[in-house]
């Protein structure tokens, strides 16, 4: 019975060992590929979002935050990635501003895994529509009828948390990187 348990454990651990290994090299294989096609989705959101920018830089000085500027490399606004939760998990958001950032030129759902139906309606051109132009001095806030001041938006009807994280997340941020910019 000894030497069955020996045989069966070792083969076991040798199996363990073998997928461990085998999954790190996938990983480690894909990883960079990953990486950047994260990174050609935010730049092409970026293009998207503010066509005048024809250089893109990446900031040192504050995480996942991009410079833009024009043909003559003048300064046309920022970007900046916001990171948070959802209703259902982690939501991640480009925003584009002026460069005064006292307005958004818009955003992008970079990540979200959403309720289908709902929640996943902050992926749609209706209500991302809303942040073009929108006033960020103040913090934004969300309201159920339609916006009377400009920096607020509608919620998502049967979405309301999804809504309420977007713009929570937002705020959050574009506090973030005004302390770092300005």
């Known amino acids: 019975m000894n030497k069955n348990f020996f045989k069966i454990t070792g083969a076991l ?3 363990c060992a073998l997928c461990a290994f ?3 090299f ?3 294989s894909a990883s960079q590929r990953i990486r950047e096609n994260e990174e050609k ?3 092409s959101s970026i293009e998207k979002l503010a066509p005048r920018a024809k250089k893109i830089e990446l ?3 504050v995480e996942d935050m991009y410079r833009l500027e024009n043909e003559e490399n003048q300064l046309v606004g920022y970007a900046f990635l916001a990171k948070g939760q959802g209703y259902q998990g ?3 958001l480009l ?3 002026g460069p005064d950032l006292k307005y958004l030129i818009g955003i992008e759902v970079i990540e979200s895994v959403e309720t289908p139906g709902l929640g996943s309606k902050i992926r749609g051109e209706e209500f991302k529509k809303q942040f073009e132009g929108l006033n960020i001095s103040d913090p934004l806030s969300l309201i159920k009828e339609k916006p009377v001041k400009d920096n607020q938006i509608k919620a998502i009807t049967g979405a309301t948390v999804s809504s309420k994280s977007v713009v929570n997340i937002l705020n959050k941020r574009i506090e973030q990187v005004r302390q770092k910019i300005n």
């Open 13 to 15: 651990s040798f199996a």
């Open 22 to 24: 085998l999954l790190s």
């Open 26 to 28: 996938v990983y480690e």
């Open 41 to 43: 989705r935010i730049t």
């Open 59 to 61: 900031l040192t000085s």
């Open 90 to 92: 982690k939501i991640t």
């Open 95 to 97: 925003g584009v501003t």
